[in-house]
């Protein structure tokens, strides 16, 4: 993995410890919207740690695939994971 490992594993720790706390939340019967909020939160640091992770692939493993000529593969990769987030 090419990311900044530093940065995606806080964001990742920062998730499970809102989902510890979320879980906690339902445990103690706490009132949805405070709960949806949270998980809402979460939802979002985990789209900033996956949009490092996809920064780091870009800059070097389909950066790469372009310097050699090979980047047929790793277009059908990305055009894949866009299909997959416009759902």
Do not use: P, W
Not at 14 to 23: S, Y
């Amino acid at each position: 993995m090419q990311a900044d490992k530093k940065q995606v594993s806080r964001l990742l720790k920062t998730a499970r410890g809102q989902i510890d706390g979320i879980l906690r939340m339902i445990e103690e019967d706490r009132y949805c919207m405070d709960i949806s909020n949270q998980i809402m939160a979460t939802g979002s640091v985990l789209a900033r740690a996956n949009k490092e992770v996809l920064r780091g692939h870009m800059e070097s493993c389909v950066s790469q695939a372009f310097e050699t000529g090979n980047a047929d593969e790793k277009i059908e990769e990305l055009l894949g994971l866009l299909d997959k987030l416009i759902k």
